[in-house]
């Protein structure tokens, strides 16, 4: 890999050629602020990690969704209980709440990304047919153990050429890959008119972005290349041929400190953490009361896109 910092950087997900500027260096408890900086595009406000020195190496052991005992059996069993009565709620209270919603039928789900299953497991429980890609060997064997068609593939489509899926997810997935309208563009061809795609990745646009800044903890420099933006990932998904059905945000019940007590608080940590405490009851009481839930309150951000 070239760690040389480019002169000009096409954004990932708006396509713009001369928008991408530098905006800061990233910090993270493990690269301690070295090897990363953030470009951030002024077109679409999409951010893209560029590496100035070699971070790879920790990404198979640390990476949560690689641990089977990250996900308790009793959670997966509640997860599936809650998913079984979801179609009794509109869709409207559901996507405040969750993700990743599985649309209102069931059929073939392609997973991408998998991990370990976790939501594969979930699917199957509710009458999905369950199927996935994975990259890496040992969460994909655990995959196929517990009866899912786990094939480890980069190219989802390709791995199951001339499969359709009624239903394809990215679970924060979407923020790993190196050109993600690649990705979009290939699990198209495994679409038809009725297929939904789910995809949800960390809101760059979101309030606890903003306050966070460089220690925000969904930037993780050894794993996030891409940090999309409402205006970003539906830009991209129009680019891919896709065509934007809903776009929702969801906020997070616990704040991202992990990185700044590590950090050992420096000040201008304290006055981002007083902002997000704001903004937690703020979004939190929005979506307990059923107001609009804005870009602002996103810690995460879900968009269902059709063909
Ligand atoms: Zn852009």
Redesign the pocket.
């Known amino acids: 890999m070239d760690f040389k910092v480019p002169d000009r950087l096409t954004?990932?997900?708006?396509?713009?050629v001369e928008?991408?500027a530098c905006a800061f260096p990233i910090r993270s408890a493990t690269t301690d602020g070295k090897g990363a900086l953030m470009f951030d595009?002024?077109?679409?406000?999409?951010g893209r990690t560029v590496y100035t020195e070699d971070l790879s190496g920790c990404y198979e052991e640390d990476y949560y969704s690689y641990s089977p005992e990250g996900y308790s059996s009793r959670r997966k069993f509640l997860k599936g209980l809650m998913y079984k009565y979801l179609k009794f709620l509109p869709r409207s209270i559901s996507h405040r709440w969750l993700t990743v919603v599985p649309p209102g039928r069931t059929g073939k789900v392609l997973d991408v990304g998998c991990g370990c299953g976790n939501s594969l497991d979930v699917w199957k429980r509710i009458g999905w047919q369950t199927f996935g890609t994975e990259i890496s060997e040992a969460p994909a064997k655990i995959c196929v153990a517990n009866g899912h068609d786990v094939r480890l593939s980069f190219k989802p489509a390709e791995a199951f050429a001339g499969s359709t899926f009624e239903w394809i997810t990215l679970d924060n997935v979407l923020e790993h890959v190196e050109d993600p309208g690649e990705l979009l563009a290939e699990l198209k061809t495994a679409m038809t008119e009725d297929s939904v795609m789910t995809i949800c990745v960390p809101n760059y646009g979101g309030t606890p972005s903003r306050v966070f800044g460089r220690y925000w903890d969904a930037i993780l420099p050894e794993q996030h290349l891409t940090h999309f933006t409402r205006?970003?990932l539906e830009?991209l998904i129009g680019r891919c041929g896709l065509r934007v059905k809903a776009t929702s945000f969801q906020p997070r019940f616990h704040l991202p400190t992990d990185n700044v007590a590590r950090f050992g608080q420096p000040a201008e940590l304290e006055t981002a953490q007083a902002l997000a405490q704001k903004w937690k009851k703020s979004a939190v009481a929005r979506l307990v009361t059923g107001g609009r839930m804005t870009e602002a309150d996103g810690y995460f951000m879900t968009i269902e896109a059709t063909l």
């Open positions: 954004c990932p997900a708006c396509g713009s928008a991408m595009c002024a077109d679409c406000g999409t205006k970003g830009a």
